[in-house]
């Protein structure tokens, strides 16, 4: 019976194992971390991303802006981060404007756009930064301004000398190599660092060599990857990457894509890159020049043969996109390439900030569902973000409003907008009524326009919030102004297209939840009702003042999101904090003003019922515990309609 | 339109409301705790627990105990806290035996078998103190060394002087209030002091009265409360009542209950406390001294009628027993009484411990389930209880297994027993499954004994492992020897008798999980089979030498036992936890020699055999992580059996 039998361990051994000789000996190593991993990408650095994608075979690409010159022009690039970040970019990259103060807090430097970038949107973010012209003081300043607002990369630029007749200095920054190892001396290896290659050689080179050997001194002073400028030519590309590797250049080399777009932007660009364009480029484009849509239609096929014999070489497993702020065209061919991800699943089920102090977040109040550029703004200064826990949270003090108005969290619709969709004047509380109802439903106002934001949403309805439409519709009519809901949600597969977040495999759950502004009419008979739900429902009630009517205990959060994963402890990513709701109260309150009211003249008849709402209305929050059973929300909100009848 | 409507804040004052007036307000005020309050009992010390009981109107009972003399009494004892604890005391007592080394660390000492009832058994614990005949340092050692243990409940005694000429000590300890301002002025407000109250007066008293003014000085001193002598006319009490709150004693006076359970420790009991017995008492015992049975029944009766009456009074919303360490007469009357309220619902799923450092605890690894005392022993230097996420804790570290065969973690059977049930002598690995085998079915083995307890499990199986029976005994039965298992619940309410736990209202969850030992030859077949199953299934496998095969993430722990519940933030309190996994294997395989091999001869075939298991066998565990439908597992071992054949 005794017998010496196969070891299992070596006969798997090529199945995951740590390896460790014994329990104290592996915990000593292991650095545990303090959250569950939902999400490999908020853990690494940009370099790692690239290595871990190359590794799998799998390919990608990356998007680059310029800073807007304009605020309102600023509104719209963020709103183009946050469509062109749903195809999944590795990276976007924004450049460095001299000329437009880039390091700046103006709303429009490169610096505050690439900070909306990584905060905001999300998005893996590299800023580039120039050199030349400039003293070390200025250039530590602008790293340590960029460190301190999350970014993480740093693309290291010469840039164009300012003038004729520019000198190198002594000790000065006089080429790219001197930035990369500035940024190494002073900053070690905090920065990932991209530099510019020339596939045709810089041209103020010497010579196509003489440029090889500067790439090259970049690299070895501490540069992680390389974007090419743009190039016509796939060829172009691969011999300058056979090349670079024939020194000794051994880190990823991306090229740089750019579609062509039209007839003047091209001849821009080919002035200020001093590049020129190939004689059957111009033989087609010469025709068709005053044709817009033809040149675009060209340029997009151009681009995409270009891509996909790049692609297919084998050598190039990434796609650097000069999108010139453009969506169009360069949408197009990562979509026909088939690199347009719009993956509809989240890591969680809110948008996660890039910021690297954000890493470990995975709780929020839902409270910002609808406003999560508000939270993350107000959320800025804190030193801890909650993990595992709303409960865990030590700093539960928000942002002041006074910071608050922020051009890129003011609505995006002009004023004349506004008023179309919310009334050019208001004749009762029954026209707001009227105005919410419209947001829900989609139909036309009675003026025949679409009601496409509310100041408490920027955007349409959601996917999710559809699921409610019909009861949402029926309540706003009769007073009861929803500005956040979220269906019950008992085990859905965590990758249901409309609810499901994190990795596969696993199970999403939510408590039904609505909070809305009503008259207080509404809620002493609310209130009544409630009693009957005794703990089924959790509910807060608040008005502008302050005054707080609730039956949650002591002031314990409500997880009303949940997610349950293979091999991972419970994420709970959104709660009813009591706390919290406080804060959110001053700023759902202040909306009515600040975006509705004011729309109106001061003393007009439309700007005091929007003032009176805003006095006497209460926001209320309601969450049914009981998830597994049918939302009983609505019989709630039945109820009290029917008590007030 | 604008009207002034009923203010609802002021309609529904009744309702719970923070009543603060702005979030920030509030929020500054507010102390948030780190935890969900799932018990409101682990946070209050027992003077509030006393006082909320008294508010709500509900009764209560208390049980005094007094230290063994003997390790087996002790080990006898602590199985009657086990036992006596699921009846709900509002606390237990533990008398100070002058003469056994009360302080010391021995075994039988009072201090340690009052750190055993709040420790190990989870019971909020007074520790009597006496104080005459001992200096100040030697109290303030003992008082030093309660806190540590985690003690929070001090009852300050004088003590019977030793030896019949005992003078009062000029700035000694005289008498119990010296004690009291001691304990006041060494450890401020740390602990509740409870002092004993004498209903017909203090043997050693000048009078009645004086020893009234005696108790109040006493509770003027610091005493919380008093629990008094026992007496043995209900209307001794209730006018000792009102004489204290006569004279300004406005603490909660607790009856002390003696339920008469035999001729001899009557005697014994009233010679010591120089009480007289009344005699309508003695003509019913005299004529019945030598018929123990009818005594105590009578004693039921006799203790039965006086507690209601005390409670009828309306005075009296507390009992508190004198059990003599005994369980029948007490658990009766309680019984009788409706006080005995054995609840099957669990704050947790395992059993939570008093000290105050493990107040928030609320995740343990699964491993430990059945051996919850020696999981409390091996983590008692932590200085921070896991709660929330395993994941949180920063302090894996387990305690040593050189300090773990104290008396209280061995096996309350002696060595012959053991032997009957593990079998006299073994004829090879199939013996061992049958041993299993028979402690799963519950049926005799082969000489006709029962298998009532494993080295794993010191008690019969689990109401919830029953569930499982049946799939247990076929795969025992073929060598996969299991020490743990839980089947997998999808959102049970929790308040189902068997897995539910927690406040009412919610719903519990579980992924199923199976632990046991094979053999290598199982193990090979079981990984084979295992990659079928990819990430549904994870694995932890590891021999004693700690060879470890996982395909965990990382070394993530996973929450295998979560529940949700209305108001609250989601708690999950079992995980399998890699790190620990660890930990416990060598808890694990030292049991098989600890507890079983060394049953036997050195030498002997059955050591052998042991030996062999112990040395050979791997540990596995397994989570189907897809809890909503049918538990794979047993279809994993189906499938390990089926490519063995």
Excluded at 195 to 202: E, F, L, S, T, W
Excluded at 418 to 443: A, R
Excluded at 638 to 643: N, P, R, Y
């Amino acid at each position: 019976m005794v017998n010496e039998t196969q070891h299992p361990c070596s006969a798997s051994s090529s199945s995951r194992s740590d390896g460790s000789s014994s329990g104290s000996e592996s915990s000593k190593d292991s650095s545990r971390c303090s959250t569950p991993v939902l999400d490999a990408d908020r853990h690494e650095r940009l370099r790692e991303k690239m290595r871990r994608r190359q590794e799998a075979g799998d390919r990608w690409f990356s998007l680059e802006f310029f800073p807007p010159r304009t605020a309102n022009a600023a509104v719209n690039l963020i709103s183009r981060f946050d469509r062109m970040g749903a195809g999944g970019p590795l990276f976007i990259d924004v450049t460095w404007h001299p000329a437009g103060d880039p390091g700046s807090d103006k709303e429009t430097s490169s610096m505050i756009i690439a900070n909306t970038a990584v905060n905001y949107c999300g998005l893996e973010t590299i800023l580039h930064m120039t050199c030349c012209n400039q003293t070390k003081d200025d250039i530590t300043g602008h790293l340590q301004k960029a460190k301190r607002l999350g970014l993480k990369n740093i693309m290291a630029l010469r840039g164009d000398p300012a003038g004729e007749e520019w000198e190198e200095e002594v000790d000065g920054f006089n080429h790219a190599v001197d930035l990369v190892k500035h940024i190494r001396n002073e900053f070690d290896d905090y920065f990932d660092i991209c530099v510019a290659g020339y596939p045709k050689g810089h041209p103020e080179a010497e010579s196509y060599e003489a440029d090889l050997r500067h790439l090259k001194e970049k690299v070895f002073a501490g540069a992680d990857f390389i974007i090419t400028q743009l190039f016509f030519q796939p060829e172009t590309f691969l011999k300058f990457m056979k090349d670079c590797q024939a020194i000794g250049i051994t880190c990823p080399i991306i090229p740089g894509i750019f579609p062509i777009q039209g007839y003047h932007s091209l001849r821009q660009l080919v002035k200020l890159s001093k590049l020129e364009v190939p004689q059957e480029i111009k033989d087609v484009i010469e025709p068709i020049k005053d044709n817009d849509a033809a040149i675009r239609n060209y340029g997009v096929e151009l681009a995409l043969s270009m891509c996909r014999e790049l692609l297919d070489s084998g050598m190039v497993h990434g796609l650097h996109f000069y999108t010139l702020n453009r969506e169009v065209a360069t949408t197009e061919v990562l979509k026909r390439l088939g690199l347009w991800k719009e993956d509809p699943r989240r890591p969680l089920p809110w948008a996660v900030s890039a910021h690297p102090k954000r890493r470990v977040e995975d709780v929020r109040p839902i409270f910002w569902a609808s406003r999560p550029k508000s939270y993350i703004y107000r959320t800025q200064e804190w030193d801890d973000f909650p993990n595992g826990r709303w409960g865990n949270s030590s700093s539960p003090a928000f942002g002041e409003l006074k910071d608050y108005y922020l051009f890129y969290l003011k609505s995006k619709s002009p004023r004349e907008e506004l008023l179309k969709m919310w009334g050019e004047e208001l004749t009762g509380e029954e026209s707001v009524f009227e105005v919410f109802t419209c947001y829900i439903t989609g139909e036309p106002n009675k003026n025949g326009y679409k009601v496409t934001c509310m100041p408490w949403n920027d955007d349409p309805l959601a996917t999710e919030t559809n699921l409610l439409k019909d009861q949402l519709e029926k309540v706003n009519r009769r007073g009861i102004l929803t500005i956040n809901s979220q269906p019950n949600i008992n085990g859905k597969p965590s990758t249901d297209p409309i609810v499901g977040w994190g990795p596969s495999g696993g199970y999403v759950f939510q408590k039904a939840y609505l909070e809305f502004f009503a008259s207080s009419e509404i809620v002493t008979a609310l209130l009544k009702v409630l009693k009957k739900y005794e703990l089924r429902v959790n509910y807060h009630i608040v008005n502008v003042k302050g005054q707080n009517i609730t039956n949650a205990p002591d002031l314990q959060p409500n997880a009303v999101t949940w997610g349950i994963f293979p091999g991972r402890e419970i994420i709970q990513p959104t709660v009813v904090d009591p706390v919290s709701f406080l804060y959110w109260k001053d700023e759902a309150f202040a909306l009515w003003i600040e975006q509705w009211a004011k729309l109106y003249e001061e003393e007009s008849p439309s700007r005091m019922i929007i003032q009176y709402i805003h006095d006497n209305y209460y926001l209320v929050n309601l969450v049914d515990n009981d998830f597994p059973l049918e939302n009983c929300l609505w019989q709630v909100v039945d109820d009290t309609f029917e008590l007030l009848n």
